[in-house]
């Protein structure tokens, strides 16, 4: 009976995690665009702070910061829709010549391959030599969504979760301090008060800090690799740096993913193989650079993430909320971390999502 008692707590833990997780999952259509304006918030606090403080009335800061936001926006959709449209039109005659192209360089590997299927062939064909006469099984083929569905969706319903986005960040900007003193007013002590509002504002800096300073990093990036592909020849270079600025908020996987569609690019607009190639070096060498050099520099140990954790939340947050959840998951990450450092009780966590430390690595060696 006792021993029943001590797995009570085990058994309603696990219960608990994967209550967190179906709703996650389930919800994750109410969630993702409220999470995305939290972020939004935490990133345009300051701003409107500083409108106030030269005494602009805090719901009008709050709509010049979301316009301006938006505006910005619009003029960056505006700017790049000519590329992608033309990109779009042509992505079939693109990816044919690309694709053309690559079988010259994977000649000797398809010869392999093809010697191995006529090797397996041939042993399935004597093992199958009994059974002749047996029908062939009807192959049922199952039509998933494509890729652009999967990324916005339908543009009715992307258009309203913009809405909602922005919405939910104009009033939360406009509310200013009004749920952390919601929060302080509950509290029984000073002491407590003090501390809720040292954690709050040092939570919000840090956040605000790593979320721009994240956009700065990708944005020079983006720019550098647009000047080094306008000067190899690259067609609309503006278009693959801004696809450098957005999917560099997903570490890695963004990175493996611009390498594979500059390639394909390349190899679709020059006929030399060596030029083409070029292309993704040219990226892979600016990628080094800022992922070695200037993310540190900018970041600093103290916003630098554990690889480790940082994988196992990009893998988590997309199996959850998909293409959204795996932008969201490096983030997600580092408010946790910043949120666990000035935590007492929560600090061993932020430090174990932390990079290594020079003397701790020095000592376990």
């Known amino acids: 009976m006792n021993d029943e008692r001590k797995n009570w707590p085990v058994g309603i833990a696990v ?12 919800a994750r259509t109410f969630l993702l665009p409220i999470v995305f304006a939290l972020l939004l918030d935490f990133l345009l606090s300051p701003v409107v702070r500083t409108l106030v403080r030269w005494r602009v009335p805090l719901p009008l800061a709050a709509g010049i910061v979301v ?3 938006l505006g910005v926006g619009g003029l960056c959709v505006y700017n790049l829709s000519g590329p992608v449209q033309t990109w779009a039109e042509h992505a079939p005659e693109t990816l044919a010549t690309a694709q053309t192209r690559l079988r010259r360089l994977l000649r000797p590997l398809q010869r392999v391959t093809k010697t191995a299927e006529q090797v397996e062939s041939a042993a399935g064909g004597v093992a199958g030599a009994g059974t002749t006469g047996a029908a062939k099984p009807t192959e049922v083929v199952v039509r998933g969504p494509t890729a652009v569905s999967r990324l916005f969706g339908s543009t009715q319903r992307f258009l309203a979760a913009l809405l909602e986005v922005t919405i939910l960040l104009y ?24 501390k809720a509002i040292e954690i709050a504002r040092a939570t919000e800096s ?38 450098v600025t957005l999917l560099e908020f997903i570490p890695y996987l963004g990175a493996l993913g611009l390498v594979v569609i500059l390639t394909l690019g390349a190899f679709a607009t020059f006929d030399d193989t060596g030029h083409a190639l070029l292309i993704p070096g040219a990226f892979l060498a600016i990628n080094l650079i800022q992922a070695n050099l200037l993310s540190p520099l900018l970041l600093g140990h103290r916003l630098a993430l554990n690889p480790v954790a940082l994988l196992v939340s990009l893998a988590f947050w997309f199996w959850i909320w998909g293409i959204p959840g795996a932008f969201l998951g490096v983030p997600l990450l580092a408010t946790l971390k910043i949120f666990c450092d000035h935590i007492e009780r929560l ?12 003397k701790l690595k020095a000592l376990i060696r």
Do not use: C
């Open 15 to 26: 219960l608990s995690v994967l209550a967190v997780f179906y709703t996650l999952y389930f």
């Open 347 to 358: 600090a061993p966590l932020g430090e174990f999502l932390g990079r290594r430390e020079g």
């Open 206 to 243: 840090s956040i605000s800090t790593y979320l721009l300073t994240t956009l700065t990093v990708n944005a020079i990036e983006g720019g550098v690799v647009a000047a080094a592909l306008y000067g190899l020849g690259m067609p609309n270079p503006m278009l693959w740096g801004a696809l």
């Open 67 to 69: 316009l301006a936001m």
């Open 171 to 194: 009033f939360l900007l406009a509310a200013g301090d009004l749920f952390l003193q919601k929060l302080i007013k509950g509290l029984p002590n000073v002491h407590d008060r003090n």
